[in-house]
């Protein structure tokens, strides 16, 4: 992945990396340049072909602490569904995903659940709620 | 409990003899190895009744054939299957083709078929106007029909089961031995005790109607020797917008290997074309392939072109039972017989073409055979119904009807299959009846929900549901097609 | 059972939903949705995953989320819907001013005759299935079309398998892949025949890419193997024209294939009331007022052709059941000319098909796809030699619908039919 390196001075590398914004449907194919310093520590300063402002942030964002939104399901007791499609009220990080779908998978929620509720708290200790997403009536 | 008959397989075959033995005294049994009747060669053929020109005159095949050609349209009508007189033709390309088709116009003669005659270039293409160009002549067979297979199957093995019969279904038969001398009052040959994957059966006569695995239970009583070998056949369905393709069953003149390359209507209203036939080791092999259908495509061509192939919705195949004796050499003809050494087992095996059109004649004629070893006349069952309500239809009903069938059936105004316009009413009571569905593929087989243009897309969630609830099982244990063909693996909560 | 509304929606999705509201917002009281699932939503209600409504509402919901923005509406305003219903077939009026009859059935009300003097068809799209692509091998359980499984798994709490092979990298598949892996299925491959995927990229990346999961394009899968459950697949390269090449066969061990090969617009009944369908989109031919060639029954959604973004399906539906209601109202009127609107260079087809007045109220907005991955290229809309229209556009796709706007003037001054299509910057005159 690295293009071009650009020895400046010897401490700070600097690479051009090719990146999918994900923010939205249109995935502009950017070209993000990351500079590391001598204790490696990663910095976007250039972000190219990005079709809006949200990219520039988002590859920042992607490269120091990737963050992902959640979507599943929480099952539901006594509800007309078994389950209720939930999300997470902000994004967790990328690598806690399939750790927060344990907790996830042992959550459980009563009947009637109404859009916006909050079903679980701060989701593995990230600060982010889980929400239901759509009402479910009780039995 | 001694059965009178135990009969194994309940494909066609061995559904004809049950319910043709159910109109006598007697206890008599089928003994199938799948979950379901019909789920082996009876589910996956042509679905053909051939009016019998093509069997050599002076065979049982020629016989039985014919016999059975005349018995379904009353049968269809009783027994509520799907049955439809539309006539069938063996289409001439050239001179060489005309001979052929003379000539089993004489066979058709010499076999007893009525209606047959030769036809030329102008009345075929009237009759038939998407059939190739090329085509100039035919034999026209107005006694032939099309049946769905595995809802006559089914009806007569309800009929059957409604008259007394039992059915055992996977149940598979491991050995068979025979207590000689046993015959007891009622004279006969003796007893058989048969041991299955579940208990043991015993019968004073058994009739051996076990399809592909014929010569393996013949062989496990000691009588006749026999091999029956695969053939596989490939098929492919066109959309029921396709309909208008063809109305008569359309055949090209046989070749060694069999009939060869058909395109018919069927009986659920979609064009089939097919079989090829390979012939192999595996009795279970039913998989299609690359290969295979493009050769029926491509022989379907010939008949008649332009298939639109982008409107083929589903393919499959089927095996049938080719019979050979010990030596090698094919058998060429039914295997219907009391067996010389093992008295009291009678044989039915190598039930290939034309088995589907003479099964019903095959009920009969086995009935007698069986008669003949009693020893003594069969006597009339008092309380047999030889009428069967099968499943009303929602799709053919006119909007009055439907308007009926929800007010007294609130189901039937929920459709579950909205390709085929199958009501939920129609799926339950699949499932309620004598012999109910148990799977998936027992649901589509009864009601033909799955068989449309989204090939279960959208009903499989739905039907699954409603066989979880009516058959007390959790949605984890809802299966294809029996043995572990489960939909599910687990839940996600 | 005998009915009459001014309006009847067939399909409560976000087509159906739209339109009503839009037909009841321009004076129409008497609207009627028919939906055959137990509640309004559509396909949403299965798709909770994000990325809805950002062009329509500014933010991004869960399908679901989306859904209920419309249903909570159709609700306020009173529009009354039926569920569990099923619509049997419409049949056109004989008479102009008859009105159209639809039958529909359900369980409570039996069946039902409504008589509509508009019919708005929102009934969406299905699947492509195995048997249709005429995919090798045994029928064994665990096939399933994408969509299928993610009822399975989103509305009724069921995994499809355990271990799954995807065919197809269309958004259904490439968003199953997360989903099933999300809830502990290994998701194995992710095959795709042609050499790019018609799914977005975005959902490349954070579906398929971020589990690590194998995506091979230029792939299909030949065989498929198992007697009573899938048991595994062979998957082999394809050449250019998408024919397995020999000798590149692998085999993959699974439970379960998936299959995410195609969308076709559902056209049970256009077909059966005889409307004119169109070959390229497997849709109702329709007009810039989304009516189709009966006049009173119009289009609109996935069932016109297949989107991928519900905003466009929103924006198009609310025109669709605004002219319903200004159809019922008497104020549209065919101008009697009719132009035609054809897909150029490039363009696989377009959306209306045809315009059929010079005078309209506004912008009519030209949806369309074209052929293949463009990149540098000009949207040039033209009448005979005149360019009516030129956009620059950096890349265009397949995979993602364009919308491309005319005003007024433009359509006046058109000569005759309108034609759409790509132009590389070479082929464009300065």
């Known amino acids: 992945m690295m293009e071009n390196t650009n020895q400046t001075s010897d401490e700070i590398r600097r690479e051009k990396i090719p990146l999918t914004c994900i923010i939205c449907p249109m995935g502009c194919s950017m070209e993000v340049t990351v500079e590391t310093d001598a204790s490696g520590h990663k910095k976007v300063t250039a972000v190219k072909d990005n079709g809006c402002k949200r990219g520039e942030q988002y590859a920042s964002k992607e490269l120091q602490n990737p963050t992902r939104t959640l979507t599943t399901t929480i099952k539901v007791e006594g509800g007309v569904l078994p389950v209720v499609p939930v999300k997470t009220a902000g994004e967790v990080p990328k690598a806690s995903l399939l750790q927060c779908m344990e907790v996830v998978r042992r959550a459980s929620c009563k009947a009637p659940v109404k859009r916006g509720d909050i079903l679980l708290y701060d989701l593995l200790g990230t600060g982010i709620n889980v929400i239901a997403c759509a009402d479910v009536g009780k039995v | 409990m001694i059965y009178d008959v135990a009969i ?10 049950a319910r043709e033995l159910s109109k006598y005294k007697g206890h008599f049994c089928i003994i199938e190895k799948a979950d379901d009747v019909a789920c082996g060669t009876s589910k996956a053929n042509s679905g053909i009744i051939h009016a019998g020109f093509d069997a050599k005159p002076g065979t049982l095949m020629a016989k039985l054939n014919v016999e059975g050609a005349a018995m379904y349209p009353e049968l269809a009508k009783t027994l509520h299957f799907d ?7 063996v289409i001439a390309f050239n001179d060489d083709d005309m001979e052929h088709v003379q000539k089993l116009y004489e066979r058709g003669q010499a076999n007893g078929v009525p209606a047959l005659r030769v036809i030329d270039g102008e009345e075929l293409h009237k009759l038939e106007p998407s059939v190739s160009e090329e085509a100039c002549g035919a034999l026209l067979a107005e006694s032939a029909g099309i049946v769905s297979p595995y809802m006559a199957t089914w009806a007569f093995a309800e009929n059957a089961v409604m008259n007394g ?10 050995g068979i031995e025979k207590v000689e001398g046993s015959g007891g009052a009622e004279g006969g040959a003796g007893l058989f005790t048969i041991h299955t994957g579940k208990s043991d059966l015993q019968a004073k006569c058994v009739v051996n109607a076990a399809g592909l695995y014929a010569d393996q239970i013949s062989a496990m009583v000691g009588a006749r020797d026999f091999v029956i070998k695969p053939r596989r056949g490939e098929y492919y369905l066109l959309d029921n917008k396709c309909a208008s393709l063809a109305s008569h069953t359309l055949f090209q003149t ?11 209507p069927t009986a659920d209203g979609n064009i089939l074309s097919g079989p090829t036939a390979a012939d192999g080791d595996d009795k279970t092999a039913t998989e299609t392939t690359a290969a295979g259908q493009d050769e029926v495509f491509r022989k379907s061509g010939k008949t008649i072109p332009d298939i639109p192939r982008r409107n083929i919705i589903n393919s499959f195949a089927g095996v049938r039972a080719l019979a050979y004796n010990s030596d090698g050499t094919p058998v060429n003809d039914f295997i219907i017989e009391e067996d010389a050494s093992v008295k009291g087992f009678v044989n039915v095996g190598g039930i290939c073409s034309p088995g589907l059109t003479a099964a019903p004649a095959i009920g009969v004629y086995v009935a007698d055979i069986i008669e003949k070893i009693r020893g003594k006349s069969w006597e009339k069952n008092p309380d047999f119904v030889g009428v069967r309500r099968g499943i009303e239809s929602f799709k053919d009903a006119d909007d009055e009807r439907r308007a009926q069938l929800i007010e007294e059936n609130p189901l039937y105004g929920r459709i579950i299959c909205r390709c085929e316009m199958i009501t939920e009413g129609e799926i339950v009571a699949a499932i309620k009846s004598p012999v109910g569905a148990v799977d998936l593929d027992g649901v589509k087989r009864r009601t033909r929900a799955g068989m449309g243009r989204c090939q279960s897309g959208f009903c499989s969630p739905r039907v699954t549901e409603i066989l979880s609830r009516e058959l007390g099982i959790p949605m984890t244990d809802v299966r294809k097609n029996g043995g572990c063909s489960y939909i599910l693996t687990g839940k996600t909560r | 059972m005998e009915l009459k509304y001014d309006i009847v929606v067939i399909g409560g999705g976000p087509a159906g939903m739209a339109a009503a509201i839009a037909a009841k917002k321009a004076g129409s009281d008497s609207i009627l949705i028919l939906e055959r699932d137990t509640r309004i939503g559509g396909i949403l209600l299965q798709c909770i995953h994000n990325g809805f409504g950002l062009h329509y509402f500014g933010e991004e919901l869960t399908g679901p989320e989306y859904a209920a923005r419309f249903s909570d509406q159709v609700n306020q305003l009173g529009i009354e819907y039926k569920t569990d219903t099923m619509v049997l077939e419409v049949e056109k009026e004989s008479t102009p001013g008859q009105g159209h009859t639809v039958t529909a059935i359900n369980t409570t009300d039996g069946l039902m005759h409504i008589k509509a003097k508009a019919v708005v068809l929102a009934t969406g799209c299905r699947e492509r299935t195995r048997g249709a692509l005429i995919i090798p091998g045994t029928r064994p359980a665990g096939i399933f079309t994408a969509g299928a499984a993610q009822r399975f798994v989103n509305i009724d709490g069921y995994m499809p398998g355990r271990k799954v092979v995807i065919l197809g990298s269309g958004d259904i598949g490439l968003i199953m892949a997360r989903r099933l892996t999300l809830e502990g299925a290994e998701v194995k491959l992710v095959c795709e025949v042609m ?9 490349i990346v954070q579906c398929v890419e971020n589990f690590n999961i194998p995506l091979k394009f230029s792939h299909t899968i030949v065989k498929i193997h198992g007697k009573e459950r899938v048991e595994g697949v062979t998957v082999a390269a394809v050449d250019s024209n998408r024919k397995p090449i020999a000798g590149t066969e692998e085999f993959i061990e699974c439970d379960t294939l998936l299959l995410s090969v195609g969308l076709i617009p559902e056209n049970e009944i256009a077909s059966g009331c005889k409307i004119a369908i169109d070959s390229a989109t497997s849709g109702p031919v329709v007009n810039e007022h989304m009516q189709s060639s009966v006049p009173g029954i119009f289009a609109c ?4 052709h297949v989107h991928d973004l519900v905003d466009f399906v929103t924006a198009e539906s609310l025109r669709a059941g605004e002219n319903a209601a200004k159809y019922v109202q008497g104020k549209i009127t065919a101008s009697g000319e009719k132009i035609i609107l054809r897909p150029g260079n490039r363009v696989r087809y377009t959306v209306p098909q045809y315009i059929e007045s010079r005078e309209q109220d506004g912008n009519v907005s030209i949806m369309f796809r074209v052929t293949d991955v463009y990149k540098d290229v000009y949207v040039e809309v033209s009448s005979g030699n005149e360019v009516l229209k030129s956009i620059r556009k950096k890349v265009v796709r397949p995979g993602e619908m364009q919308v491309i706007e005319l005003a007024t003037n433009q359509i006046e001054s058109a000569g005759g039919d309108i034609t759409v299509s790509i132009q590389l910057p070479q082929e464009v005159a300065e």
Do not use: Q, W
């Open chain 2, 165 to 174: 019969v039992k059915l055992f279904r996977e149940t598979e038969v491991h």
């Open chain 3, 195 to 203: 050499p790019f995927s018609s799914g977005l990229r975005r959902n």
């Open chain 2, 83 to 89: 049955y439809k007189n539309n006539g069938s033709l």
């Open chain 3, 301 to 304: 959604g996935n069932t016109v």
């Open chain 2, 8 to 17: 194994i397989g309940g494909g066609i075959v061995g559904a004809c003899i």
């Open chain 2, 254 to 264: 046989p070749d060694k290997m069999g009939k060869g390359v058909l395109v018919t």
